[in-house]
């Protein structure tokens, strides 16, 4: 008789988790959210807001994902995945019904208890948002403990903005600002239009107790940090989620290297203070 | 066009004119006519006379380019305090973009010939001014570099 299978992650560390996809929606023409859940019927794993998994498309391959649902919410586990390569192709193109591998989750939170009693600035550029989404969440969750909530989200174009119903929600909330800027537009767009830093001068924040979460292209990230640190919020309270690429997502194989840390491990929510030499780093 | 009511009214509240001596406020006052635009209304159009220097009350405003064989886009919007352009400034004295207004929009308008003139004649605040408008030009520059990166593009 063959060995009941091992589940436990310490003792396979990179073995998948089998999870159904229970809904499939698309966000954009090229990103679909994934609602997922254990096929086991088990309660999915605990995730801190800002933390990965490792997403496997059966005889495809397996990609480091950002969770994009609710931390509350533990009979499902929501992830946005923009199509590509072949593996997130094969992923966003998953359908109700399908088994995907779950591997999970790994890296850094955003460093959210930091933040308490102070205002809160959430940057987000493109699919960028989907790793802030569930940080928002947990602000919502616990709004008394912050002042000021200002939310700058920048896309491609309209129709490439993530979750925009929600976004239209987050903008009625009286207790929150929500700035949305593309890049560029066709004459149907009414709301701002140019590059993400452009919405910082109109927040409302005060510098001295701002903490930033920052995600996005890396050089996005790179200027909305330098901008709001000109502003006068301190280099460790600015966040960044760093990607670089994620293979094995246990400290084991040195593919997500960047500088001194493996940013599955130490990241990829690293804080600009720690960042800053190693942005500046051509080739890194 | 209305002429402003004086030049602490409108022209001394504007973030662009900060710091500027009472003088060279009033004597742009006699240039400064105030203008409202409804929304989806064109303010200027590319290619013709940029002939004053807007600053924007309240409102906001599309920069829109204009490719006769594409569907035009707005490539920047700006609000509140900030410049609609400087074509007046440099020759020959025409828009390079349209602009239109995609909220009910107040602007000043100031006459750019009477402007450039009135620059000329107080070298030292024309000084000022430029180093005041340079930076808003150099800031576009930039966030249009960072735009034609295309960062978010599949």
Known sequence: MPPEPARRDDDLPLAPHPYRVLEAGPETADTTTLALAPVTGEATRAFAPGQFNMLYAFGIGEVAISISGEPARRDRLVHTVRAVGKVSTALAAARPGQVLGVRGPYGSGWPLAGADGGDVVVMAGGVGMAPLRPLVYELYAHRERYERVEVIYGSRSPKDLLYYPELQRWRRRTDTRVQVTVDSAGRDWYGDVGVVTTRLPDARFDPARTTAFLCGPEIMMRLSAQALADRGVAPTSIFLSMERNMKCAIAQCGHCQFGPDFLCREGPVLSYAHLKPFLATREL | ?154
């Open chain 2, 1 to 154: 066009m209305t002429a402003l009511p004086g030049p602490r009214a409108v022209l001394g509240a504007l973030p662009f004119l900060e710091g500027f001596p009472r003088e060279f406020v009033e004597a742009l006052t006699p240039l400064a006519h105030e203008r409202s635009y409804e929304v989806d209304t064109t303010i200027v159009r590319e290619g013709a006379p940029a002939d004053a220097f807007f600053l924007l009350v309240s409102g906001k405003v599309a920069l829109e380019v204009v490719a006769h064989d594409r569907p035009r886009r707005t490539i920047e919007t700006i609000g509140p305090g900030e410049v609609l352009g400087w074509s007046w400034l440099v020759p020959p004295y025409r828009w390079r973009l349209d602009a239109r207004a995609v909220k009910p929009t107040r602007l000043v308008a100031i006459e750019g010939a009477g402007l450039r003139a009135l620059l000329d004649r107080q070298p030292a605040e024309g000084y000022r001014f430029l180093l005041r408008l340079l930076p808003v030009v150099a800031e576009r520059l930039e966030n249009t570099r960072v735009q034609l990166l295309d960062l978010h593009a599949p």
